[in-house]
C-alpha cells in the first residue's frame, strides 16, 4: 500500500495497462515489482476502495493503452526492441542508483545537521530559500499538512531538535525544516523529471563538503535554468500532470 500517488508521477492504474498485447488485471499484474495500491474516497458515490497501480510501467514493459502519445514500446503490445530492452535496465539501474545516493545522502545529512556549529554557507542558502517564491508551495505542505509516507520517512530519518536550541544551532535547527522538506521531492524516480528545488539542494549540500553519486549531479545538470523575477512572481507550484487523475 502506497499514499495516492501525485502529480507528475510515473504511476499509471493497472486497468490502462497491457502487457505483450494482453490487458492487465489486479490479478495477472500481482506479480510486478511495481504493483502497489492506495487507498482513495469516490466523493460521489460516498465509498472507498483501493486503486491499484503499477508504480513504473515503462521499467517493467506495460503499455498505457489510453496514453495520447506513443509509449517507448513503441506499437502497443508490440516486442520490445533491443534498444527499447537496454532503455529498461537504464532505467530501473538509475532507480536503484537514486534510492542508494537518498540512503548515503541522508547518512551525511544526519552528522551535518548534529553539528555544533552550521558551515559557512547555511544561512545564505536559507535565506534565498525562504526569500524566494518558488519553494513556498513546498514549505506549506512541510508544515500544515497531513503527513504523507514521504515525509514521515524524512522526518525518521533526520534528527529533531529536542529542546531549547544553542545560538550557535540555529542555522542548523532551520536547515533541519527547510532540508527536510526539499528531500521529500526526491524519489528513486527524480533524474526523470529533475527540477530546480532538488538540484538546489543538491548543489548546496556539495558546497558544504557532500560527495554526490553520479546520479545526483545528472539532475544537478539536467534541471532547468533558475526561473526569472517575472516567472516566479506567483510562486505557484509545478504544474506538470501525472498520469493518476481522479475520475
Not at 469516490?42 to 486503486?51: C, G, L, N, V
Not at 529498461?88 to 553539528?115: G, M, S, V, W, Y
Not at 519553494?135 to 529542546?163: D, F, K, M, T
Request: aromatic residues 6%.
Amino acid at each position: 500500500m502506497i499514499d495516492r500517488p501525485e502529480h507528475g508521477s510515473p504511476a499509471v492504474w493497472v486497468d490502462r495497462l497491457d502487457h505483450d498485447g494482453q490487458p492487465l488485471t489486479v490479478e495477472t499484474h500481482a506479480t510486478c515489482p511495481g504493483h502497489a495500491g492506495y487507498v482513495r474516497a469516490d466523493s460521489w458515490s460516498d465509498r472507498i476502495d483501493t486503486a491499484y497501480v503499477c508504480t513504473d510501467p515503462a521499467a517493467h514493459g506495460h503499455n498505457d493503452r489510453y496514453a495520447s502519445s506513443p509509449t517507448p514500446t513503441g506499437q502497443p503490445g508490440g516486442p520490445l526492441t533491443e534498444e527499447q530492452k537496454a532503455e529498461r535496465r537504464q532505467i530501473i539501474e538509475n532507480n536503484k542508483a537514486l534510492k542508494a545516493a537518498t540512503e548515503t545522502r541522508r547518512e551525511f545529512l544526519r552528522d551535518l545537521l548534529t553539528r555544533r556549529t552550521a558551515p559557512k554557507g547555511v544561512l545564505r542558502y536559507l535565506t534565498d530559500v525562504l526569500t524566494g517564491s518558488e519553494h513556498n508551495w513546498l514549505l506549506v505542505r512541510w508544515y500544515n499538512s497531513i503527513p504523507n509516507q514521504a515525509e514521515r520517512a524524512v522526518r525518521e530519518a533526520l534528527p529533531s531538535p529536542n529542546g531549547p536550541v544553542a545560538e550557535s544551532r540555529l542555522p542548523l535547527a532551520l536547515l533541519t525544516q527547510i532540508g527536510g522538506a526539499i528531500e521529500t521531492t526526491i524519489d528513486p524516480q527524480s533524474w526523470r523529471h529533475p527540477d530546480r528545488c532538488a538540484a538546489g539542494w543538491l548543489g548546496f549540500l556539495t558546497s558544504v563538503g557532500y560527495e554526490p553519486a553520479a546520479i545526483e549531479q545528472q539532475i544537478i545538470d539536467a534541471a532547468p535554468a533558475p526561473r526569472t523575477d517575472d516567472q516566479a512572481a506567483d510562486g505557484d507550484p509545478p504544474t506538470d500532470e501525472g498520469s493518476i487523475h481522479d475520475e
